[in-house]
C-alpha cells in the first residue's frame, strides 16, 4: 500500500481511501425512497404472485387435504404441494434432510408451510389460502424448553467444552452459588420482509432475485428443489432491508417456492409473505434456558464454573448446532475459568425451526456469564465491576479458554480501564448509591461490562471469499464480491479498500450487485467476517491487476519497479508521472489483462469438535459499555438515562460506518435484552406476531445520553485488512450492561444483599415482579 504523508494537503489525497469518514453508498437512496429493493423492481408482463399456506396445529400428521375451493378461488393459476416439487423437497441448510419445503404427511409447527397458492395477484393468492380444507391428527407437541425431559429429542448433536476437572473444583472451593436463567428469544424485524422474485430462462434456467445473505445457499437449495445442476441457477441481490442473520437460511423457502412456480407456470413468479406470516413461518433468535454453578474464594476469583445450555431450536436442524456451539464459546466473556465443563441441549419443540440472529448464540452465552459474575458479587457484597475485573484474562496461566484456544490480543483490561475512568464510574456510583438513599419509588442503578467476541466462522470451511475486479481502459473500476448488502456497509468498506490500491477516487469504483453468476461458491455475509473476507479478496484481485501495471511501466518505460509508485490519482515512473487511466490505456494497448479474480482464506484456524479443541476464531475484538438506569419501583417502568461505550475496531476502515455499526447494534442488543419478548401459547401459536404485540426499540427508548468512542490506540495484531477488525456482532453484547444496571437498580430495594437473577427480557412487569421478590425475601 502507498501511504500518504502526513504533511499533505487532504486535498492531494484520494477521495474515499481506507480510514476515511465516508457515508454508506446508499445512504442517500435510503431517505430519498431511491434505493431499488426486490419489490420495487419492475415487474414484467405476466407475473404472478405466490403465497403460502400455513398448518393451523403444532404436532400432527395430516389426515385430508382438500385444495379444490383452492384452485376454484378467483385468479388463481396453480396451487403447490410437496407433490409439485420436481427435486427434492428439501432445504435444510445442516444436510440432514429435515426441513422440507412443504410438510409431506407431517407437521411439527404452528405455521409450517404446507402448500403454496400461484395467482394474478397477491391479494387473491392470499385469499385463496384461507379457502384449505386440511384435517390433522394432532399429537403431544413441545413448545417450552423448560417441559423437556432429560432425555428429550435433540435436533443436532450436543457438545462439551471442557478444561481440568470442574466438579471437584467447584466442590473444593470456599464458596459455591448455584441457579438457573431464561434468556428470551428475538425477531429479526427487518424492514424490508423476506421475498423472492424468479424470472423462467430457457432449458433449465432459472434466475431468482433474493433477499438473502446467502446466494450461493440459495443457489443450492432452488437446484435441488428443480432438480437441476447449480449452474442453472443464478441468484442476484443488490440490497436487503435488513437481514441481521434471519436471511442467512431463511431466505430458502421463498427462493424455492418462487423457482418452482416459475419453472411450473413458464411466468415470472414473486413471493412477499405479510409480516405477520412472515414472524410465524420464520426462525429467530435461539431462547435459553442456562443452568450454572460456580466455586469461588473470598475474593470472588473463580475456581471452577460448570454450564448448561440449554436452547429452543424448534423443529428442525436448521443452524442450531453452531449456535448452540458458539453459545458455549462465549460462555467465557472475557473471563479466566480454571476449570470449566459446558455443555449445550440443542432441543427439538414443536416450535418454528430457530435460526441464526446478529452475534449468533454468543450473545446468550455471554448473558450466562454476565449471571455469575453478579452472583458472586452479591454474594460477597463487593462491586460486580471488582468481581469482573478480578476474572479477566491474563497472562500465560491465565489465558486459555475453554476450548484451548489462547488469548493472545487480550485488550480487555485496557479497555475497561479507560472507560473505567472516562465515564467517571466509580463517582457515578457513589452518587447513585446516596441517591437510592434520598429516593424510596425511583431507584437507580449503573453496570460496566465487557465485551471479548470471536471472529470467524466455527465451521472453518467457509471462511473464505472470492471477488471480481475490471479495470476499463477509462480507469473506471468494477467490483464484485460474495459479499451482501444488507444496510451495514459492507459494499463501501469494500469499494474504499480497492480505491486505496489504486490510489484513485471511490467514485470511480462501480460498486455491483452480489449474484452467483459472478462470484461463485460464496460463504455467507455473517459471522462478523463480511469485510475480514471480501475485502482482503477484493484487494487481492485489485493487487494482482496492480502488479501487472507496474511490471508494464518497468518493461515500457525502462525503469526499476522501486521507480514505479501509486500516488493519488496518478503513477509516478522514474522523473514522470502519469495519470492513472493514462497507464490504463497504454496497458490495454499492450495487452496487459486488467481483470482478476481473487480469493482470500483465513490463516491460522482449526477447530476439532469432538475434542473441543482448537483455534476456532482468528481474533477477538474487544468493548466495553457503562450504562445508567432508572427504575420505578412501583410500576417497573425504566429510563436508561446514559450510555458509555468504547469499543476497538482495529485501524479503522470507515468511522462512520463503524460506529453507526456500534450505535445500532447496541440498541438492537437492548431491545432483546428489555422489550423484544416472543411469547407462544399452550397450543404453540405465536402471540406476538406484529408491530401490535411484539415491541422493538424506539428512538425514543435509546440513552437519553449516550457517547461512543473508538479506541484509536489498538491495531489487530493479525493480518486482516489494513489491520482492521469486525464491527458487525460485537457491539450487540455491549447492550448486556443495560440488563445488569437494571439488575443493579432492583437491587437497591434490598441493599444489595440479594442477586436480582432478572431474567432476560427484563420487561417492565418482570423488573416490578423482581422488586417485590426482593422485597419480600428481605422483608423475611
Known amino acids: 500500500m502507498n501511504k500518504i504523508d502526513n504533511e499533505q494537503s487532504f486535498a492531494s489525497a484520494i477521495k474515499g481511501g481506507v480510514a476515511t469518514n465516508q457515508p454508506h453508498d446508499s445512504a442517500h437512496k435510503h431517505v430519498t425512497g431511491e434505493a431499488v429493493y426486490i419489490d420495487d423492481m419492475a415487474e414484467p408482463a405476466g407475473t404472478l404472485h405466490a403465497y403460502l399456506g400455513l398448518s393451523t396445529v403444532a404436532h400432527g400428521t395430516i389426515k385430508q387435504m382438500n385444495l379444490d375451493a383452492v384452485r376454484a378461488a378467483p385468479g388463481v393459476v396453480a396451487v403447490l404441494t410437496a407433490e409439485d416439487v420436481p427435486g427434492v423437497n428439501d432445504i435444510s441448510p445442516s444436510g440432514l434432510h429435515d426441513e422440507p419445503i412443504f410438510a409431506d404427511g407431517m407437521v411439527h409447527f404452528l405455521g ?81 420482509g423476506q421475498i423472492a422474485f424468479a424470472l423462467p430462462g430457457e432449458d433449465h434456467d432459472v434466475t431468482v432475485f433474493s433477499s438473502t445473505q446467502h446466494p450461493s445457499e440459495v443457489q443450492h437449495m432452488v437446484a435441488h428443489a428443480l432438480g437441476v445442476p447449480s449452474h442453472a441457477v443464478t441468484v442476484e441481490i443488490r440490497r436487503m432491508g435488513g437481514g441481521f442473520g434471519g436471511k442467512e437460511t431463511q431466505a430458502n423457502i421463498f427462493a424455492a417456492v418462487a423457482a418452482i412456480a416459475a419453472k411450473k407456470t413458464r411466468r415470472p413468479v414473486k413471493i412477499r409473505p405479510d409480516r405477520d406470516d412472515d414472524m410465524i413461518a420464520t426462525g429467530k433468535r435461539h431462547d435459553f434456558l442456562i443452568d450454572y454453578e460456580v466455586g469461588f474464594d473470598d475474593e470472588g476469583r473463580i475456581l471452577g464454573v460448570a454450564f448448561t445450555y440449554a436452547a429452543r431450536c424448534g423443529f428442525s436442524a436448521d443452524l442450531s448446532g453452531p449456535v448452540t456451539d458458539r453459545a458455549l464459546f462465549h460462555c467465557d466473556n472475557a473471563y479466566f475459568y480454571p476449570a470449566v465443563h459446558a455443555v449445550s441441549r440443542p432441543l427439538y419443540t414443536n416450535t418454528v425451526s430457530n435460526t441464526a440472529f446478529r452475534g449468533f448464540g454468543g450473545p446468550q452465552g455471554m448473558v450466562g456469564a454476565e449471571r455469575i459474575m453478579d452472583e458472586i458479587a452479591f454474594a460477597l457484597g463487593k462491586d460486580p465491576l471488582d468481581i469482573r475485573k478480578i476474572n479477566l484474562y491474563g497472562d500465560i496461566d491465565r489465558n486459555l479458554t475453554p476450548y484451548h484456544q489462547k488469548v493472545e490480543d487480550n485488550l480487555a483490561h485496557r479497555v475497561i480501564a479507560d472507560l473505567e475512568e472516562a465515564c467517571d464510574y466509580a463517582g457515578r456510583r457513589d452518587e447513585i448509591a446516596a441517591f437510592n438513599q434520598k429516593s424510596p419509588i425511583i431507584k437507580r442503578g449503573i453496570a460496566l461490562t465487557p465485551v471479548k467476541f470471536g471472529i470467524s466462522f466455527t465451521a472453518t470451511h467457509f471462511n473464505q471469499a472470492g471477488a471480481l475486479v475490471h479495470v476499463y481502459t477509462d480507469g473506471s473500476v468494477h467490483l464484485n464480491h460474495g459479499g451482501t448488502e444488507m444496510g451495514q456497509g459492507l459494499y463501501v468498506k469494500v469499494a474504499q479498500i480497492v480505491a486505496e490500491e489504486f490510489q484513485i477516487d471511490i467514485d470511480q469504483v462501480k460498486i455491483t450487485a452480489t449474484t452467483t453468476g459472478k462470484v461463485p461458491n460464496t460463504s455467507a455475509t455473517a459471522a462478523s467476517s463480511g469485510t475480514d473476507l471480501n475485502g482482503m479478496a477484493a484487494q487481492n484481485a485489485a493487487r494482482q491487476i496492480k502488479q501487472r501495471l507496474i511490471d508494464f511501466a518497468i518493461d515500457n518505460y ?66 466495553a459499555a457503562c450504562t445508567e438506569v432508572s427504575i420505578d419501583t412501583l410500576t417497573g417502568e425504566y429510563v436508561i438515562e446514559r450510555t458509555d461505550i468504547l469499543h476497538e475496531t482495529g485501524r479503522s476502515l470507515n468511522r462512520a460506518i463503524d460506529i453507526g455499526q456500534i450505535e445500532g447494534g447496541f440498541v438492537q442488543g437492548m431491545g432483546w435484552l428489555t422489550t423484544e419478548e416472543l411469547v407462544w401459547d399452550e397450543k404453540g401459536r405465536l402471540r406476538t406476531h406484529a408491530p401490535s404485540t411484539y415491541k422493538i426499540p424506539l428512538a425514543s427508548d435509546r440513552p437519553k445520553i449516550f457517547n461512543v468512542a473508538l479506541a484509536d490506540w489498538a491495531e489487530n495484531r493479525e493480518a486482516t485488512v489494513h489491520r482492521s477488525k469486525a464491527v458487525g456482532e460485537p457491539p450487540f453484547m455491549l447492550a448486556i450492561s443495560v440488563l445488569h444496571a437494571l439488575s443493579g437498580a432492583v437491587a437497591s430495594v434490598a441493599d444489595h444483599r440479594i442477586c436480582p437473577r432478572l431474567d432476560a427480557p427484563a420487561t417492565p412487569e418482570r423488573v416490578l415482579m423482581a422488586v417485590e421478590r426482593l422485597r419480600a425475601e428481605a422483608a423475611g
Open 112 to 192: 409450517q408451510p404446507v402448500f403454496a397458492v400461484v395467482a394474478e395477484t397477491r391479494e387473491a393468492a392470499r385469499k385463496a389460502c384461507l379457502k384449505a380444507e386440511i384435517t390433522y391428527d394432532g399429537k403431544p407437541a413441545l413448545i417450552d424448553v423448560a417441559d423437556a425431559a432429560p432425555d428429550a429429542k435433540l435436533v443436532a448433536k450436543p457438545l462439551t467444552l471442557q478444561r481440568e476437572d470442574a466438579a471437584a473444583a467447584i466442590a473444593a472451593a470456599p464458596r459455591q452459588v448455584k441457579g438457573q436463567m431464561r434468556v428470551g428469544g428475538q425477531d429479526h424485524f427487518y424492514l424490508e
Open 558 to 623: 525502462e525503469v526499476p519497479e522501486s521507480q514505479v509508485e501509486f500516488l493519488p490519482g496518478r503513477v509516478r515512473v522514474g522523473n514522470q508521472e502519469i495519470p492513472f487511466a493514462d497507464l490504463v490505456r497504454q496497458a490495454y494497448m499492450a495487452r496487459v489483462q486488467l481483470s482478476a479474480a481473487g480469493f482470500y482464506k483465513t490463516p491460522k484456524i482449526h477447530w476439532d469438535r469432538d475434542k473441543g479443541q482448537g483455534r476456532p476464531f482468528y481474533y477477538f475484538a474487544y468493548g
